[in-house]
C-alpha cells in the first residue's frame, strides 16, 4: 500500500540546497500521483498547522532564492533549540567514541560480520 499524501519540512538552520531538496521531493511525489503538502517553520509549523498545498508551479522558480522556500523553525514546541540541543548532548558522546574507535581502529567495524559469517 503506498501513501497518497506526504508533509515536507525544513527544521533547524538554512543550508544550501534546501530548496532544491524540497523541489525534488514535491516533484518526484507528484510524479508518483501523490498529495503534497509543505509545512511553514517547521515543527512549529506543524503544531500550528501552518500548512499549504504544494503542486509544480509552487516550488518552479525557488532553487535561485536563498534560505527556504518553507522557512525554518528554531524552536521544537515552544523550547529553544539551545535547550533541545543540551538535551541531546549525552547521545552525541557515544556516537562521537564509536566513529572515533571505528575510524582509528578498522578491524573493529569488521567484528560483527566475522562473528556472523558475512565477512569474506
Known sequence: MCAKKIAVLTS????????????AVV??????????????????GLLTGEVQKMELRSVSNIIQHGGTALFTGCAIAGRKIESVSKATLPLYVPMLV???????????????????????
Open 12 to 23: 533547524g538552520g538554512d543550508a544550501p540546497g534546501m530548496n532544491a531538496a524540497v523541489r
Open 98 to 120: 564509536v566513529l572515533l574507535l571505528v575510524t582509528y581502529i578498522p578491524e573493529i567495524s569488521l567484528w560483527l560480520p566475522r562473528m556472523t559469517g558475512y565477512a569474506g
Open 27 to 44: 516533484r518526484t511525489a507528484i510524479s508518483f500521483g501523490m498529495e503534497v503538502y509543505g509545512v511553514r517553520h517547521g515543527y512549529n
